[in-house]
């Protein structure tokens, strides 16, 4: 706990916003792709770096790439990398 206490307000409020999404700081698959993409990133994985609430969105950074996207929080599924 005295990791968090050297933190500041913001960052302790950004860093419980993360963790309040279902998806928020989680590794996830993408399952369908907007058409802008043409379904080439159906089954890659991503980490869910925010969620926009007022667009259903989530701002994802892709593994391998580090890509930044938005996506659909529908197209999205949690994938831990252990059962």
Not at 60 to 68: A, C, D, Q, R, S
């Given at each position: 706990?005295?990791?968090?206490?050297?933190?500041?307000?913001?960052d302790r409020v950004e860093i419980a916003e993360l963790v309040s999404?279902?998806?928020?700081?989680?590794?996830?698959?993408?399952?369908?792709?907007?058409?802008?993409?043409g379904g080439s990133l159906v089954g890659k994985t991503c980490v869910v770096e925010e969620y926009l609430e007022e667009?259903?969105?989530c701002k994802?950074?892709?593994?391998?790439?580090?890509?930044?996207?938005?996506?659909g929080a529908d197209n999205i599924k949690r994938r831990d990398r252990t059962p």
């Amino acid at each position: 706990l005295s990791f968090v206490g050297g933190l500041s307000k913001d960052d302790r409020v950004e860093i419980a916003e993360l963790v309040s999404s279902e998806l928020g700081g989680r590794r996830c698959e993408i399952v369908s792709s907007p058409n802008t993409h043409g379904g080439s990133l159906v089954g890659k994985t991503c980490v869910v770096e925010e969620y926009l609430e007022e667009s259903n969105q989530c701002k994802v950074t892709m593994e391998f790439t580090n890509e930044v996207l938005l996506i659909g929080a529908d197209n999205i599924k949690r994938r831990d990398r252990t059962p």
